[in-house]
Structures are given as C-alpha cells and as structure tokens.
C-alpha cells in the first residue's frame, strides 16, 4: 500500500492468470453474446422515452468506460482528466457540423480523431510520471480544457454551452430514443469487442505484463512507454467517441462535461464495477448512471446515501462489483473440479 | 455455466427491479393535476433553486388546502439538477414521459432551462422558465415561457440610474457563470445606447475569493461608478473588496443578489450599494395603494412564517410561475395543454411578486422596466431610491 | 503601480497560507497512508460551517472556534476508523475512491445539518483595513498569516522534536520497519487523518470570514490544497507550505497582470511544467518515479 515500492501498485493485481486462460477466452465470445442478448432484451423493460433515454446514457458512459478501464485496470495508470478528451470529441464534433457545416458523421470522426493526435502529444510527456504525480497531471489537464471550453465563448459558447445537430445517418436524421439505443447498443457492442481484442491480443499481453511489473517486463524487451501511449490514445478515443455521440444526441454540450467531477465520476465507475474487467467497467457504468435516478425518491439524503453507497461497496468489494463476483462463482466451479 | 450467463442474468435481475422502482414511483393516480419541476436546490445556483423548491411546495400545499383547482388537488413533482444542464434535461424527460406532468415549472438556470426547450416544445407542454437570460423568450418560443427580469432590463435599469447621478463612465466586473457572462453582454450591447460608456471590463472565477487585483485595475480606469454583474458569494467578496480597496466610486450589483443574504456576507461594506429588484424585497416600504403591496406580503408572511427565513426574489419568481399556471388553467377551465399555453399567453394584468405580468403571442416574460425597483442598502437593509 | 504590485503579493500570501494548511493535511496523510485524501477540503468547509453554527447559539466566537476544531478532528478520526482502516490493504486507486465516496457522505450531511446557503463568520479584530505602501491588508489576513506560521512552527517541532511525531515520520519512511521497533501504524494513520483534519478546519475559520462558507467549499479548496501539495512536493512539509504560498502569488499575478479568465488555468500549467520537468516537486519529494 505504500507507494516505497513500484507505483504501478496503482491498481489491485486483478489480472487473469496463465491457468485461467481457457476461461477468458469463453468468457471474451460468450460474454460477449450474453452483453448483446441483452441489448437486445431490454427494450421490453424500457416502457417509455425516458427508461430509454436512462439506457442510452448507460451506454454511452459504458463505451468512455471501457476504454478508460484499459488505461487503468490493464495497463495500470490513472487519469483523473478524462471529461477532458470526452468534452473535446462532443465539443470539437459540434463545431466542425454546427459551426462549420460538416456532415455529422464526418465531424464526429474527425473530433474523434484529433483528440486521440492530442492525446498521444499530451501523453508523451505525461505518461512518464507515475502514480500520484500521473494524477495530478492528468487532472490539471482536464481543468486546463474546461477552463479553456468556459472562457473561449465566441467558439465554444461559454459557461451554458452551444447546441448542437443532430446526427444524420446517410442523409436519414437520426431522431429519437429508440433508434438512438440501436445506434449507442452497436457503438458499445464494437467498443466491448475492441477492448477485448486489444486485450487478448500481444499487445494486450505486454500490457499486462507490464501492469504487474515494469521492470520486469522492460528486462524482457517490452517498450513500455510506446504500450501505455497507446492505451492513452485508445482510452481517448473511446472517450472522445461517446462524447461526440452525446453531444448529438442531447442536442447541446456545456463545459461541465470536461469537469473534474466528470472525470472523477467516470474512474468511480471503472473502480466501481471492477477494474481489469471490460464488463466490469459496463455494469460499473450502468450501476452508477442508474443509481442517481433511484435515489431521487431520498430527495435531501441523495449525496450522503451516494457517498455511503461508494464507500460501503468498495469496503467490501474491493475489487469492484465484477471480479469479485466473478471470482466466487470461479471458486465455487473450481471446488466442484477439485482444482486449485 | 459460470460468469458468464450470471453477468448476463444479473444483469436482466438489475433491469427487472429497475423497471419496478421506476414505474412504482411513477403510477400514481390520474386524478391530481401534476405540475413537473426541476430545480438547481443543490449546486452553484443552490441558492436559487432552495427557495424556488420551497415556494412550490408551500403553495401547492396552500392551494390544495383551499380546495384545489379545478376541484383536482395539486400534485408537485420535483427533481434536482444541481445546476448540471444534461441532468436537467434527464430529469425533464422523466417529467414529461414518466411522471406525465400537466405543466412544467422551472429551470432556475439558463443552462438548464434551454437544455429542456427542445423537450418541452417537442412534447407540446407549457413550460414556465425561472432562469434571467433574455435569450430564453427571444425569439420567442410556442411553449416556452419566463417569470423573472431579463438581465438587459436590468442593465437598462442600472445605466438609467447611473446617468440620473451624472456617471457617463463605468466600469464592469463580472464572474465566469453564465448568468455573468449573458449580462455583461448584455450591458456592454446597450449601455452606449443609455449614454454611459464603458471604460474597464474585469472578470473573475466563479469560486475566487480575492477580487482585489481586479478592483485595484479598476481603481486606476477613471470609472465613475463599478457595476458587478455576478451572483453567488462573488458579488459579496467584490462589496468587500470594493471597500478594503479603497474605491469611492458607487457599487451597483445585478438583482442576481437580491437577497438579505448578500448584505449580510457583504457587511458593512454594503452601505451605499443599489441594485434592481422587484419590489417583492421592500413590502413594507411600498405606499399602501402600490398595486403589488398585498401580493408581496402575503407572500413574504407566508414563506417567512413556514420557513423562517428570509424570502429572496427568486422564490418570489417561483410563486409567479405556479400562479400564472394555475390562472391559466382556472380560465381555460381544463388542463388540456394547449388550452392552457393559449391562456398563458393571454395573461393580462396579472399581479405578482415581480411585477405586473401582461404577455403577449410576442411577449411571453411580460414585464417591463417599471417592474424594476432600484433599491439601495441603508443601514444594513433595503431602502426605495425614489 | 507599485501599490498594485503589492496589493496584488498581498492577496496571493494570504490566499496561499490557506492553500499551504489544506497542502499540510494532504502530505500528512499521504505520509501515513500512501493515499491521497480527498476528503481533507471538507475539513475546511466543517471547521466553517460547525464554527459558524455553534457562534449562532450565542458561545462567544474564541469558544465556537475551539469547538468547530474539536468536531473536525472527531470527524477525521471517525473518517479514519469507519472508512479508511477496514480498506487499507485495497489498492491505492480504490482508497482514493473511497475517499471519494467519504467526501460526497460529508457535503451531504452537511446540507442536512446546516444549511445550502452562504455563511460568513466575523473577523478576529475587526474589518478596518491596514494601508501598506499603497495596498491595503485586511486584519484578518493578517491572522491567517500568523497562525499558518504559528502551525508549521508547531508542526516542525513536533515532527521534528517529540517522539510521537518522529515515530510517525519513521513509518512513513518504511512502515515495515517502524512496525518492526514496535511503531503502531494504526495509531499513526489514526492521529495523521486528526492531525489533516485540524489543520483544515484551523484554515476553514481562518478563512471563512474573507471567503466565506458554505456546504460545497470544500471541493474547490481541496483541489488546491493537492495542487499544492504536489507543487511543493507530494509528503514534504515544507513543500507544502512553500507549494501553497507559490500557488497562491500564481494565481493573484496571473490575475493581476495576465488575464483573471485564465489565472487558475495558468496555474495549473506551471504546476503541470513543474510535474514534467522537476517531477519531484520544489522541493523534492522522497519518493519519485520516472521513467
């Protein structure tokens, strides 16, 4: 617990072992059926526009999640700045359509992209320090791009935002919640794939190599800074991605998203639903999107119950919500083989 | 077989219950007329979203009381936003697909109440904005309607003043929030128009602590007179600044701070400072035959005997929401949406804490600069410049 | 123009002793836990807001602020003992969150307790500012000045000078170690998380009668105490001083002489220069990794 040692003790050691291979390849096709079994379910529970809208929001901070969970569950780092690309996608993709009459499509690409140039320029000089001091940065990054979306009001709008166009599919506008939780069901459908491609893949493998230890991985020929720059790139991408499909969809953006309690919900998130696990980050994403809407009923005890909510759950689960519950069930069917 | 299908089985258990709580809390009778609110109660605008919320609830409970309207009981369904506007607009959609509200009463910012524009022209429902800016009901919007001052009546107000004491120069400090940031454009667009130019334009963070660089800039202008555009702790921590720094040149404040609470963080510093505001603060000083006397202290008595504590002119903009609704159903006899948006629109020569409401299919605020009072601190409390 | 100058370092000072207390309560649990705490800026906001409440009873005000600080620091033991110490051999990123989660737990109960609006308690001796060389110093700045300086004096002496103190800058060194010449770490984390919470609350009433406060002060004060502390050097004391006092007189001339939009934007970017080029702070942190 002591950062004496290696820094990348960052994150909890939750990361598959040799012997457990056998099950993370299932779990990749099979988790991935059972995510889209239930994209495809739960339209019977959304009743009306707004349990829709409720999913959608789920998704989309599923999609920043996952990408973000590689950066700190895999790969071991922090960023406390992430509302930061996530605001610079919705930001930059409004003004290229709204501003600057591109396409929709091609301006959610291209915000897409150029965050992920500015984030491997940021993530150079960045990615060098470690732990706390990785933090810190990462979040004085993602002060700097909000102060900046507040202040520059004759491109961004200032403080109360800009609106922006609603995406427009080869020539058909993209309107309303239904086709909406098609659209966010198959972007977080291909992020899930993505992320555990990347993960099975050998850069996956060096990631992980180095998440349990960087000097060992080094000694055995693994670049680690040209590895963790290209999380940080993946990571942003993935943000910035669910933030300019936001930004169309809720027809407007304001400086808030690039917040640093933005950027502190999202890691909660991650954490939350279990770091080193794509579908940990999914339900830490629809746990804690979900949770504020059920807790409205408590009116003036909302914060406080949140609060009491984070702290209890990650007392117990220290691991976040997935790997632990994983991990019984792994138990339970490992005692009936006799192995372990 | 293992995690996998108990992720997924979780998963849909979480869903199911989900539905359940959700659609539990929303199944309510059909009988009750239901007006949808969402208020910035905690957050930076907190403090206009706190006595917004209590105004609402304490008279939907004095309206039921007294029999209802439309012989249905009021039912208020609210929801805070924190001043986030992506929430604000969530928690719109929920209001007007969940909870099937008849009316919608809020939005204490302009972030979030331009968030639910779209939503609330969309879905067809009145809505009546609590938020300053004049971009809210310019261009004017079918659905969309507002309370409070804009923040250009309030410039004009303070540049008229301004040149009744012989200032022609002035200078402007601001905060970074939106409601800053919309008056001072607003006041650097007219006050050339009103004869007063504008020789030093200074802003600061909304939570800055220390404005004295600022002022002490401003000292060095050749200002007649400052004028802080800003609300929250900013314009106190300017009061106190503006005297720490030595400056002479009078101090007005937007009606962002209308409240006793501002005099009381700015303290001493105060003495001298005059802002717009309706006349909802100054019940008392009012002569006996002012046409909105009775309305504004009824109210204040109401909020302050329930709540004890000191009314703000934004709760006042609160009650003037709910009334001009409940007037609009009471003489459309029904609450058929549009029928109430065409009643609303025809409001003529309604009474309220903020002034003497008279909309229009052009105007949907009503208001004009005789519904400003300019007050002025004077020994620790309002008092009426004549 | 020289008046403005010092109006200008005046405002920055005072600004950064506060700064430099909330740095001081980070470094102090970062020493003992390896953790950050983002819970130390509602310590600032409970020696506030309890003093405020408990000077409304009518206790004359030296009383209400010897109270205000008693209650913070049962808050940070309570803190210590119900959320951090049946969490601490969770990784490093999850104690952060739980702080989190503490954080949120505190401004909830404090818009129960008290109330969502502005407060502000009376200045130590009086409001009648003090002309210096063409500035003007509030007499309460000056307060916040002298009992920053009074505390770190403290501070030194004990770390430096009592047992109980170099046993905890022991642990913080090597926890196995000072385990091993019987060092009770528990104990060490549980005075450190008092000791943070006495230090914010002493800034909270220093400062509430210039700044005001309020249920949600603590989150932006906290975001600069850290700042601070990493500045100066995330676990050194004087680092942390020296980290709030710099970031303070940063943001004061940036608003002064550059732009007050970007003052605070402009601050983060020497912190972020700093980070990248003198990784272990001004003064040097014990632990740095670079690669």
């Known amino acids: 617990m002591h950062a004496g040692s290696n820094v990348s003790e960052l994150a909890p050691r939750a990361v598959p072992r040799a012997g457990a291979r056998h099950w993370a390849t299932s779990a990749r096709t099979g988790g991935l059926l059972a995510l889209a079994a239930t994209i495809a379910a739960l339209p019977l529970v959304l009743v009306n526009n707004y349990f829709y809208e409720v999913a959608i929001l789920v998704g989309l901070n599923a999609i920043v999640c996952v990408g973000l969970n590689l950066l700190i569950g895999y790969a071991g780092q922090i960023s406390l700045g992430h509302a930061g690309f996530y605001a610079l996608g919705g930001y930059g993709s409004a003004i290229l359509s709204g501003t600057y009459g591109l396409p929709t499509v091609l301006s959610l690409v291209t915000a897409t992209l150029a965050v992920g140039v500015v984030a491997y320029v940021v993530g150079r000089p960045t990615l060098r320090l470690k732990g706390h001091y990785l933090a810190m940065a990462t979040l004085g990054l993602g002060v700097i791009v909000s102060i900046v979306l507040a202040t520059e009001d004759r491109w961004t709008g200032g403080p109360d935002g800009m609106s922006v166009p609603p995406l427009a599919l080869a020539g058909v506008v993209l309107q309303g919640e239904r086709l909406w939780y098609a659209v966010v069901g198959v972007a977080l459908l291909l992020a899930v794939w993505l992320a555990l491609n990347l993960i099975d893949s050998p850069a996956g493998r060096a990631l992980r190599a180095l998440h349990g230890s960087e000097t060992a991985a080094r000694v055995l020929g693994i670049d680690a800074a040209r590895h963790k720059l290209r999380v940080f790139v993946i990571s942003a991408l993935f943000a910035a991605g669910a933030g300019a499909l936001t930004a169309h969809y809720a027809g407007f953006i304001t400086p808030a998203k690039a917040s640093f309690m933005h950027s502190v919900e999202l890691v909660i998130m991650v954490v939350f639903g279990g770091m080193a696990s794509v579908f940990g980050a999914v339900v830490g994403a629809a746990v804690l999107t979900t949770l504020p809407q059920l807790l409205t009923a408590l009116k003036d005890y909302e914060t406080m119950a949140f609060g009491a909510v984070l702290i209890a759950t990650l007392v117990f689960l220290p691991q976040g919500i997935v790997p632990t519950l994983a991990r019984r069930f792994a138990r339970r069917r490992a005692g009936g083989r006799g192995e372990r | 077989m293992g995690p996998r299908s108990s992720i997924g089985a979780v998963g849909r258990g979480v869903a199911a219950a989900l539905a359940t709580l959700l659609i539990g809390g929303g199944a309510a009778a059909q009988e009750p007329i239901r007006i949808g609110t969402f208020l910035s109660v905690t957050g930076p605008a907190s403090f206009l979203g706190d006595p917004e919320l209590k105004t609402l609830e304490l008279y939907v409970e004095r309206l039921n009381a007294a029999g209802g309207v439309l012989g249905r009981k009021l039912q208020l369904i609210a929801y805070d936003d924190a001043g986030d506007a992506e929430k604000a607009r969530t928690f719109a959609k929920r209001l007007l697909e969940q909870d099937k509200v008849d009316a919608l009463v809020g939005g204490s910012t302009t972030g979030t109440t331009m968030a639910v524009v779209p939503l609330a022209e969309g879905a067809s429902v009145p809505f009546v904005s609590l938020a300053g800016a004049v971009v809210i009901v310019e261009p004017v919007k079918k659905w969309v309607f507002k309370t409070p001052h804009t923040d250009r009546m309030a410039c004009e107000k303070i540049f008229v003043d301004m040149k009744s004491r012989g200032f022609t120069k002035a200078a402007l400090i601001s905060g970074s929030g939106g409601f800053d940031k919309s008056m001072r454009a607003e006041c650097l667009k007219v006050a050339g128009q009103r004869g007063v130019e504008i020789v030093a334009d200074e802003t600061y963070g909304a939570s800055d602590t220390d404005m004295t660089p600022q002022l002490t800039k401003i000292r060095a202008s050749g200002a007649q007179a400052v004028l802080n555009a800003g609300f929250g702790q900013g314009p106190a921590i300017v009061t106190r600044n503006h005297r720490q720094v030595g400056l002479t040149q009078p101090l007005y404040q937007s009606h962002g701070v209308a409240s006793k609470e501002y005099i009381k963080l700015s303290g001493p510093a105060a003495e001298g400072v005059r802002l717009p505001a309706a006349a909802v603060l100054v019940g008392d000083l009012l002569p006996a035959d002012d046409v909105q006397k009775a309305v504004v202290v009824g109210y204040r008595d109401s909020y302050e005997g329930k709540y004890k504590s000191e009314i703000s002119t934004f709760g006042g903009h609160a009650y003037d929401g709910l009334m001009l609704v409940v007037g609009a159903m009471k003489s459309a006899g029904s609450t058929d949406k549009a029928k109430v948006r065409d009643a609303l629109e025809a409001t003529k020569g309604y009474v309220g804490t903020g002034g003497v409401v008279n909309m229009s299919a052009t105007d949907h605020m009503g208001l004009d600069l005789s519904a400003f009072r300019m007050l002025e601190v004077k020994n620790g409390t309002w008092a009426l410049v004549p | ?291």
Do not use: C
């Open chain 3, 1 to 291: 123009m020289g008046g403005q100058w010092l109006q200008f370092v005046a405002g920055g000072l005072t600004a950064g002793a506060i700064y430099a207390l909330v740095g001081l309560g980070f470094s102090i649990v970062f020493n003992a836990s390896g953790a950050i705490n983002f819970a130390q800026g509602e310590f600032v906001m409970i020696g506030g807001m309890s003093a405020v409440a408990l000077l409304a009873t009518g206790l004359p005000l030296s009383v209400a602020i010897a109270l205000a600080l008693a209650v913070a620091v049962i808050v940070g033991l309570l803190l210590d003992k119900l959320a951090i110490e049946p969490a601490r051999n969770a990784g490093t990123v999850t104690l952060i969150i739980i702080t989190i989660g503490a954080s949120l737990f505190l401004r909830g109960l404090a818009q129960l307790v008290w109330d969502k609006r502005i407060h502000v308690l009376p200045a130590f001796s009086g409001e009648q500012p003090i002309a210096l060389a063409g500035a003007t110093l509030l007499p309460q700045s000056l307060w916040v000045l002298g009992v920053t300086a009074l505390a770190v004096a403290v501070l030194s002496w004990f770390f430096g000078r009592t047992l109980f103190g170099k046993a905890m800058l022991a642990s913080s060194y090597n926890a196995l170690a000072a385990r091993l010449v019987g060092i009770q770490t528990r104990t060490v984390l549980l005075v450190s998380f008092g000791l943070a919470a006495l230090l914010g609350a002493l800034a909270g009433v220093l400062t509430a009668p210039i700044t005001f406060t309020s249920y949600d002060s603590g989150l932006m004060l906290g975001l600069k105490g850290f700042a601070a502390a990493m500045l100066g050097g995330l676990g050194s004391f004087a680092g942390a001083v020296v980290g709030g006092l710099v970031l303070g007189l940063l943001e004061a001339l940036s608003a002064g002489f550059v732009s007050s939009a970007y003052k605070d934007a402009i601050a983060f970017l020497v912190l972020l220069a700093l980070l990248f080029f003198m990784p272990g702070g001004l003064l040097g942190a014990r632990r740095i990794e670079r690669v």
